[in-house]
């Protein structure tokens, strides 16, 4: 039985394949406090969210649409950006 965890929209489980579910508490208990830790990750998702939702409301080609996510997700302004001011300031963006 996997062990679940997560927080606003980004879900996961963990497995073991029934070795040890003590081994799977543990990890998922470590991915969980990174989870939490990273209040940017949970701001990047609102922002993929909104960016996808923009593009697809404007009928951008889906072809288009897998080039500019990766290339989007590594742009260090929009990072940037994104620490600083969240997704208000993005969307402006």
Avoid: H
Avoid at 1 to 13: H, Q, S, T, V, Y
Avoid at 53 to 66: A, D, F, G, Q, W
Avoid at 72 to 86: A, M, P, R
């Amino acid at each position: 039985m996997p062990f679940e965890g997560g927080k606003d929209g980004i879900r996961f489980a963990v497995t073991t394949e029934g070795k040890s579910g003590v081994v799977a508490r543990k990890v998922r208990d470590l991915f969980q406090n990174a989870l939490d830790e990273r209040e940017d990750l949970i701001c990047f998702l609102e922002a993929m969210d909104y960016l996808k939702s923009y593009m697809k409301s404007n009928s951008i080609p889906v072809e288009l649409r897998m080039k500019l996510y990766p290339a989007v997700s590594s742009d260090e302004k929009f990072w940037n950006s994104l620490q600083l001011e969240g997704l208000r300031r993005l969307k402006v963006w």
